[in-house]
């Protein structure tokens, strides 16, 4: 299935469609794929608010999407497989049955299947600017990707 079709599945029920990725096999680079991909969204979805910091702060918008860059594309995919090892050592801790591949990929696709949310933070975030609805978008996106990360890892984790 596509990506983009597996996306939309993940909204519907995000445990059949990380059980079907399991089932495809143990692939390291899907797995990098996905939280690359997820980065460089995450980069894109922050242009907006930066062009409006920018703008208002009279700062170069080449230097702060450096930076941006620079986090998001370099320092974030390390953080993120730490968490991710992290959260199978909880999971073992508790019962988990599952692998180090299986966490990272909970993981990253639940970042990735969350983009389009974290695309309209960042829309909101640069024309609208800093505020409750930016509050309630950013907590709408906590909470769809709590909900997918929880039930992934709960596939993920099950014993086989």
Do not use: K
């Amino acid at each position: 299935m596509p990506v983009t079709a597996d996306i939309v599945a993940s909204y519907r029920g995000p445990g059949r469609v990380m059980r079907r990725l399991l089932d495809m096999g143990q692939r390291e680079d899907r797995a990098l794929a996905f939280v690359m991909a997820f980065c460089v969204i995450a980069f894109v979805a922050q242009m907006p608010a930066l062009a409006r910091r920018a703008h208002l702060e009279q700062q170069e918008l080449e230097m702060m999407m450096g930076g941006a860059l620079l986090g998001s594309v370099i320092i974030l995919p390390l953080l993120l497989y730490s968490i991710a090892l992290i959260s199978h050592w909880v999971a073992r801790i508790l019962g988990g049955h599952g692998s180090a591949y299986a966490a990272r990929l909970a993981l990253f696709w639940s970042l990735l299947a969350s983009t389009p949310l974290v695309l309209l933070n960042g829309l909101v975030a640069g024309f609208i600017g800093p505020g409750p609805v930016l509050s309630a978008v950013g907590l709408l996106w906590m909470a769809v990707f709590l909900w997918f990360w929880l039930s992934n890892l709960f596939q993920a984790e099950r014993p086989a």
